[in-house]
């Protein structure tokens, strides 16, 4: 039995840029008036074609009539490593086969060893409304001297778990400091006790915005509906770079490094130089804020509006603390600032708590993201961007990037889609909303030059075209690296993006190759993606497009070489285990799975 994945254009992708994705190439030209010709096709390329045809047009069902985790390659399978977890959304491993899971709205993390849960660590008083929570976790790179773990969660104001969307930040909480209403978000350093297996409270990093409160359904009588809780981001992620490069760069102020080879956070002696340092990188998406970081340097408010230099009710658009939103940051293992972060200089210069904080900002102008992941060969740090309805992006972000939010998602020459989708699609007819009405999609520029013009330029920022982007959204969550050989040498340096919402393929997993340089995705299998945008959907879609319209949003169409696996529902985390094997974390399937090689494949390597 299968589930339709519908296909509004009807694509279907020719058996030899599939099989060159899979790294074969031994299926013969189709003939779509014919039939396809699969007559000098391998056995295992014709049953990797006879999959891809599966998982485009559905899924695998289980008898219980739960969707069951698979790949296109017939040479890998998928195991459940672990299962019956409550809303598993990231992962860190201690070593082969152990790894602690933190849960989202449980803020219990707990420890897996074997495919067992054998402890919980820790329980912390989450907020879970919406995308809050217990969101990301990271191994110090020398976890194994110094037993530091770093949590990012949403505190709630109640001491205990709550999902009701008013309950967040909490200034008498048992984690001093506290966190004061707007804010809520906070990252925390803990010590492992292995004895104990408990985890123990150290010390805060930062705090981050999250109560929001913009009135952004005011016909609703509900006065809930005034709140949101949503773009808190959360992903942490640890990169190694040479002490002596944060003076060395410091007169450049440029955030680069020369990086050592691992870019782990998988609970190993990642660093072995007496000079190799660790930075974190936390990513939060804009929260609702309009700002100065989401590039608009007055606020939401035209001139003529009495709040016009304000962004909400706590004041901004600088980024003070409670507006520090929409951004990559990039912090020292303990908390302080890098002194070779892009705008440390600018920052210094302008002084105070907005002064403080730009200096920790890596990259802005970021709506929102599910996933951050570190390059294993280069160190370089890569994105999945959430657009609203409208150009889902991945993105290479180098030091200063300005991703260009909220003048503009996906690539700027596209500029007149992202507004027309904008403001068509759903409600209000005619005006769209970016979830935020204080700033509608019809302030959208016209023309690229226009929307480059609006950009917030702090100095030794850029602005740089996604790598790649899909014209309507769908959704991407974790992006991973697959890290050596353990799947074949053609999987080695990929990188593989999970799903926010199970709507396509019942959870897709997207796979990327990279350029022999690794700064940019190698598309060339698919002639369609020259363009570097997966052109699904059709388009202009009719004013008032109302929700749930098939064939726009969650589309497969210019995405079939890239589809590597289905059934993975919210594929929140995405690693390679210290095994060798790819794992997914998935929050709506409660699990963790376990990519893997056939034994019988590995023999002929």
Partial sequence: MTKSIPNAQGHIPTPQKLMASLGGNDITRPSFMGGLHLQKATAASRSAWLAVLLLISGVLISSEGAAVPSVIDPTLAVRTKVSGLNQPIAMAFLKANDFFVTEKASGQVKRVVNGVVTATVIDLPVNSSSERGLLGVALHPKFNQNGFVYLYWTESSTGADSTDITDVGNPASIFQPGTPPPLGNRVDRFVWNPASQTLTYDKNLIRLHAFQHDNNNPTNPNPAAAYQGNHNGGVLRFQISDQDDEHKNEGENSGKSNHNS???????????GDNDRATLFIIIGDNGRRGVMQNLINGPFPPSDPRFGTDDEFGGPEPDNNHLTGVVLRLNDDGTTPTDNPFFQLGAALGGEVGANIQKVFAYGIRNSFGLAI???????????????????????????????????GPVSRIDQFKTIEVNLFTPPGVGALQQLRWPPTNIADTPAEALARLVKLPGAHYADPLFSWRYA??????????????????????FVGASRPTLADGYLFRFKLSRDRTDLDLSADPRLADRVADNGFYPPPVGTPPGTPGLKFDVTESESILFGSGFGIGTDIQTGPEGNLFVVSTSNGAVYEIHRLAKERRHD
Avoid: C
Avoid at 474 to 495: D, E, I, K, Q
């Fill in 262 to 272: 691992s870019g782990r956070d998988d609970g190993g002696n990642a660093l072995n």
């Fill in 375 to 409: 390059d294993p060969k280069t160190g370089d740090l890569w994105e999945s961007e959430n657009g609203d309805d409208a150009f889902d992006e991945i993105n290479r972000i180098e030091p200063g990037h300005n991703g260009g939010w909220v003048q503009i998602m």
């Fill in 474 to 495: 769908t959704a991407p969550a974790a992006v991973g690296f697959m890290a050596g050989n353990s799947l074949g040498g053609r999987y080695n340096g990929n990188l």
